[in-house]
């Protein structure tokens, strides 16, 4: 290894994965997840921990794998105009359309919501917050300082200690005992965990954070392949050990706080019910105000990212007007409320997860198959098809026919990985079209002219 790469970076590289993965949104799903699988919480965590930890880390090790330098150039190895569309709808995803009005509505449920016994204010003090959340979020935005940094790296030791003792205290003197998991967490439960564990969106924002933790590497020297991968690998073990504890906990606290607390509408309700039941309202206050200056910190990351992407796409568009339409939008949607926003949300990324999963196993497989585009688009493709029927089921949208084809003739199909098969199937199907492909041009050439 590089003299100039010591434990303690890679130390730091691992409490870095861990502290861009874990953000305040993040906190929400693990507890929810506990609440409604009861005793069948474990087999559900398992599930929710390979999406929502491996998943993820394994994206970050599959982009310094690749040696890219952004999203497109690598989603660019299946076709240019996927680079384009898979890298925008990525964007869309952990920005406008989801991500950002995820901070303004998770804030509100943890920060202000508690403290309204009238639940017809809600809606009016919903819609006021947002405004001067996100008001805040684009001020901030658009006059980047290096008070985000500084509150970023402050709030975030002390979130993590309150989490922390939160979880200690719910471990040692749990509210109560596992009760009878809800409807949906009876049978294929791991799976459902499974798919839970897209919501958190970290696999396909693991393509982004790769491009930090590789340049946090090469400022420190490092140049080769092999040696990225090792420091990546070892940063990576450390980050898995601290989410899985995290989610693990927080899964725990929330399937044993259903005895007493009941079912809650969301995970951010969840905490916010534990939090005044141990330590009252004092305790609320302090969750409820790091959880807000969170979400605001990670608001005006996600509102400036994709203000530089989108600038990009419209030059012609100042990044500043593009900010502001950013945090004008995120008002909108957030006001629809956290459960109904992860439950509209939730379809699109049951839909395009397949995908970013294929992506990374590709590109781990990328020199195997030698990069042909026909691997990468007969998997995507095939791997899309079931994934869009996957997305229908979850919105509610379900086409009898295809669905009962689909259950009867592709294994996997009723636990929601049926697009598993077909992606490994469609790979080696591009790999044959290549050379079928290649022997015609060989014999057009070879063919004797006249």
């Given at each position: ?7 303690s ?12 993965f ?22 559900a965590?398992a599930g929710?921990?390979?999406t ?5 880390l394994?994206?970050?090790t599959?982009?310094v ?10 989603a660019?190895r ?15 995803a ?10 303004g ?6 920060g ?15 819609f006021?917050?947002t ?15 290096k008070i ?33 998991p809800?409807?949906g ?11 839970e564990?897209?919501?958190t969106?970290?696999?396909?924002v693991a ?13 420190r020297?490092?140049?080769?392949k092999k040696?990225?991968?090792?420091i990546c ?11 899985a504890?995290?989610?693990?906990s ?10 007493k607390?009941g ?27 790091m ?10 990351g996600?509102?400036?990212s994709?203000?530089s ?5 419209f ?7 593009i900010?502001?339409?950013?945090s ?9 409320g956290?459960t109904?926003?992860?439950k ?46 996957d997305?229908l ?14 259950t ?11 697009w598993?098969?077909?992606?490994v ?9 290549y ?7 060989v ?8």
């Amino acid at each position: 290894m590089s003299k100039s790469v010591s434990s303690s970076f890679i130390i730091i590289i691992g409490s870095m994965l861990f502290a861009l993965f874990f953000g305040a949104g993040n906190l929400i799903f693990p507890p929810m997840l506990g609440q409604m699988a009861g005793q069948n919480v474990w087999i559900a965590n398992a599930g929710f921990l390979v999406t929502g930890v491996g998943l993820p880390l394994l994206a970050v090790t599959a982009f310094v794998f690749s040696g890219k330098s952004n999203l497109q150039t690598l989603a660019s190895r299946v076709h240019p105009v996927f680079g384009i569309v898979f890298t925008t709808v990525l964007y869309l995803a952990i920005g406008p359309l989801y991500a950002i009005p995820r901070t303004g509505s998770v804030s509100f449920e943890i920060g202000v919501k508690p403290f309204f016994s009238n639940h017809t204010d809600h809606p009016v003090a919903l819609f006021v917050f947002t405004i001067v959340f996100f008001g805040i979020a684009c001020l901030l935005s658009l006059n980047p300082t290096k008070i985000i940094d500084v509150i970023g790296k402050f709030l975030t030791p002390i979130k993590l200690t309150f989490i922390g003792i939160l979880v200690v205290v719910a471990l040692i003197h749990p509210i109560g005992a596992f009760q009878a998991p809800a409807e949906g967490y009876t049978s294929h439960v791991f799976f459902k965990g499974f798919q839970e564990g897209y919501l958190t969106l970290d696999a396909l924002v693991a393509f982004i954070f790769g491009i930090i933790i590789v340049n946090a590497i090469k400022e420190r020297g490092v140049t080769s392949k092999k040696e990225l991968m090792i420091i990546c690998a070892k940063s990576i073990t450390i980050a898995v050990i601290l989410l899985a504890f995290i989610y693990t906990s927080l899964a725990y606290m929330g399937a044993s706080s259903v005895e007493k607390l009941g079912v809650l509408e969301n995970g951010a309700e969840v905490l916010a019910k534990v939090s005044s039941y141990y330590f009252g309202s004092y305790g609320s206050i302090l969750l409820g105000l790091m959880i807000t200056v969170a979400c605001l910190t990670t608001s005006v990351g996600l509102i400036t990212s994709c203000s530089s992407f989108f600038h990009t796409f419209f030059p012609n568009v100042s990044y500043k007007k593009i900010a502001l339409l950013l945090s004008i939008f995120s008002i909108i949607v957030a006001n629809i409320g956290l459960t109904q926003l992860i439950k509209v949300s939730t379809p699109v990324l049951i839909a395009i997860y397949p995908i970013a999963i294929s992506l990374i196993f590709l590109t781990f497989l990328h020199s195997v198959f030698k990069g042909k585009s026909e691997v990468y688009q007969g998997s995507l493709i095939l791997t899309f098809i079931i994934s869009l029927f996957d997305g229908l089921n979850a919105a509610g949208i379900k086409i009898k026919v295809i669905n009962d084809f689909f259950t009867e003739f592709l294994p996997l199909y009723d636990v929601g990985l049926g697009w598993l098969i077909p992606s490994v199937v469609g790979g080696i199907a591009g790999y044959i079209l290549y050379y079928i492909k290649r022997r015609k041009i060989v014999l057009i050439l070879m063919k004797p002219k006249k």
